[in-house]
Nanobody, 120 residues
Framework: QVHLVESGGDSVQAGGSLRLSCEASEYSYCMGWFRQAPGKEREEVGKIDVDGITTYSDSVKSRFTISRDNAKNTLTLQMHNLKPEDTSMYYC?????????????????WGQGTQVTVSS
């Protein structure tokens, strides 16, 4: 099984930036970032395949960037121009499928999450 550990979550003012990291115990063809706010369902932020091809949800497109280092089994989420609605627990996921229809149910392994809080 794949073990995942997220880090980098913090409290930040609207318009600020944060960089989240995920360290994985082994390689996965497809990895992704998801988030969940209180009282809401977990939603996909974006995903990336082994070749670096990414997809993003419309809510974060042009503000967030996902990257990976396959040699180190690390995954990164760079977030800019953060908004209060970005406030969520952010989760790293692995062993997924990077097809356009892929979602939460298509990933086999999850980290414990890291909290991002954006104040207006």
């Amino acid at each position: 099984q794949v073990h995942l550990v997220e880090s980098g979550g913090d409290s930040v003012q609207a318009g600020g930036s944060l960089r989240l990291s995920c360290e994985a115990s082994e390689y996965s063809y497809c990895m992704g970032w998801f988030r969940q706010a209180p009282g809401k369902e977990r939603e996909e932020v974006g995903k990336i395949d082994v070749d670096g091809i990414t997809t993003y949800s419309d809510s974060v497109k042009s503000r967030f960037t996902i990257s990976r280092d396959n040699a180190k089994n690390t995954l990164t989420l760079q977030m800019h121009n953060l908004k209060p609605e970005d406030t969520s627990m952010y989760y790293c996921a692995a062993d997924g499928w990077c097809g356009v229809e892929a979602g939460e149910a298509d990933f086999g392994y999850w980290g414990q999450g890291t909290q991002v809080t954006v104040s207006s």
